[in-house]
């Protein structure tokens, strides 16, 4: 009984720490990245981050797009390109992510986009959060198997 209680409070206390890892504890670390969790759906931003902290240069809105749809998110579907849209214009908001219009002398207006170094913290807070997010679903993974009084079956292989 007692070497159960124990168990049960160091898997407390193991996720108390997770807990305090992966989640801002202060209105300044929810500033640095006030969407952190809020899009593991499909992870846009911290897609769209990795795609503009990877490009030496600024990208506009139909690279990022293009470039999100080869990501391991998108799986080499092109993703809705409103919706990358509407990501950008949150994490511009948020001063993750800053823009301007390139009016070439021939051709089309293109809307181009760095990071900024806000936005580049939020990328690092992300890699955190994801290796969290990570073992969290793997440990509910080991619960639903439990539940169902099943051996955890192995880790699938994701076809991106």
């Not at 209680?5 to 160091?10: D, L, S, V």
């Not at 006030?34 to 600024?58: N, Y």
Request: hydrophobic share 35%; proline share 6%; glycine share 4%.
């Amino acid at each position: 009984m007692r070497s159960r209680m124990q168990a049960t409070r160091a898997k407390e206390r193991k996720l108390e720490q997770m807990w305090s890892a992966c989640n801002p504890q202060t209105q300044e670390e929810l500033a640095e990245c006030a969407e952190l969790g809020k899009s593991l759906s499909r992870l846009s931003q911290p897609t769209i981050l990795t795609i503009l902290a990877e490009s030496d240069v600024p990208l506009h809105g139909y690279v990022i797009v293009q470039k999100a749809a080869q990501s391991p998110m998108f799986g080499g579907k092109k993703p809705d390109a409103t919706g990358i849209y509407r990501a950008l214009k949150r994490m511009e908001e948020s001063e993750l992510v800053h823009s301007w219009w390139d009016t070439p002398d021939s051709g089309s207006a293109k809307r181009m986009f760095e990071l900024t170094d806000k936005g580049r913290k939020c990328l690092r807070r992300w890699i955190d959060a994801l290796a969290c997010y990570k073992l969290t679903i793997e440990e509910l993974r080991v619960e639903a198997s439990h539940a169902l009084d099943i051996e955890v079956p192995p880790t699938p292989s994701c076809m991106h």
